[in-house]
């Protein structure tokens, strides 16, 4: 989902990203103590995360690959669903370090498992992202630049011990080969297409280089016979983390404008089966704001551009790649959808709950065409089907909004979403740092 505010977190496309746990927040308060949790566990997505955290005394990060809870000294795994990137994770470390971070390495994990986001990746991304501003007819889908769909999309397409991993990182020749390999292989896979690699990426040697120091720095578990992870949640409660929101899910978002990566708490779920946990003992928050906003190219039926100049948003920037930050009316029939193909959730995080309540509306419904009823809920696939996933993006795109008022009150909003979610309010957000969020303790406790 989207790239949001995560010092209470938020989306960064229509729709209730998933974060789930165990979490056991102070009494009447949502300051992340680090006596209270354990672990923040990264459970999808990579580098393309961008979760903004505001602490109280005017520090701010934009955390990527590191745990948002990083500020607190809550240790980060980066689980075998991550994709890493480590020349991303030392940029986002000398910039912790320089906010008073002490030696950020140390509080980070990764299953040896995980794929390696490589340059190689990133460059293929960029290049087809721009060639479809050349092709006639054809559009953006919407990427953040970051090579999240080269490297599932590479891992895909060769059998399973080609694509570089993170274990990998502990062996020079290993890394060598892989590297040499994958960049030959993605050089001819563009050349396919009439493209071409950029000459100026770094070469393998430069790479392993970064990736050996990598190694060296993080703690890499070997999973299936450590069982690293299921003793971090034997240990105290942890906190799941993802990345982007539940409509750019790979399977159920709205297709092609979708990451490579699983967006609801399926992964999570998963997780805690192999650990030996029961999934069902999870908090499952969906976190969701006021307004509906999405960042870059996609469908959004309640987009509306007069809204902007009220709802200022500091961290979430028009990208290159990935486009311009939107805002709209709150979309009740995406996020429904959202919460469908999650699975519903056990509670929301309603943000932005002291952004500007005037000329704001809640879209109750969609109005596909004349002959058919207005559809207050989308219709869901009950399998993978990315066919289905078309045509439901197309529906939403031609689809009018129907709206009804929103509250005078921008305090008014969140019990407002609650039920038009069904969906009982957890935590509240007022404003960027941890001191603004309140804790509802009839939801979470």
Sequence with gaps: MRRGERAGGESGAPGSPPRSG???????SSRPEASLYRAVIRFNGGAQAGHNVLT?????????????????????????????????LAAEAAHLAELGVPRPFDLLSADSRALLTTPYHRAANRVREAARDRTPGATRHGSCGMGIGETVSFSLAVSPDKPPRVGDCRSRPELLRKLRALRD?????LELSGLRLPADLPGPECCADVYQAFA????????????????????GPCV???????????????????????????????????????????????????????????????????????????????????????????????????????????????????AAAEGRRLCWAYQATTDI?????LPRSLMPDLDYQ???TKTVSKSRPLYRPGPEDPRDWPDLIGEELATPVGLVSHGPTWRHKAVRQSCVS
Aim: glycine share 12%.
């Design 185 to 189: 292989h993605v050089a001819a896979d």
């Design 373 to 377: 009823p207005p559809m207050a809920k």
């Design 216 to 235: 060296q720095r993080v703690r890499i578990v070997d999973e299936e016979r450590s069982g690293y992870l299921g003793a971090l949640l034997d240990s």
């Design 56 to 88: 109280p005394d005017g520090r701010h990060h934009t955390f990527a690959q590191f745990g948002s809870g990083t500020f607190h000294g809550v240790p980060t795994h980066l689980s075998r669903f991550m994709l890493v990137e480590p020349f991303g």
């Design 22 to 28: 165990v979490p056991s927040p102070r009494r009447g």
């Design 240 to 354: 799941f983390e993802g990345a982007q929101g539940a409509l750019l899910d790979e399977w159920y978002g709205f297709h092609p404008h979708t990451t490579w990566s699983t967006t609801t708490f399926a992964n999570a779920g998963q997780l805690l089966t192999e650990s030996g946990q029961d999934r069902d003992s999870a908090l499952r928050l969906g976190v969701v704001r006021t307004y509906t906003t999405r960042h870059g190219a996609g469908p959004m039926p309640t987009e509306d551009a007069a809204l902007a100049p009220g709802l200022p948003e500091p961290h979430n920037e028009t990208g290159a790649w990935q486009g311009a930050f939107r805002v709209g009316h709150f979309d009740a029939v995406a996020h429904r959808y959202a919460l469908d193909v999650c699975g519903g959730a056990d509670a929301l995080v309603v943000t932005h709950a002291d």
């Design 390 to 392: 078309r045509l439901l």
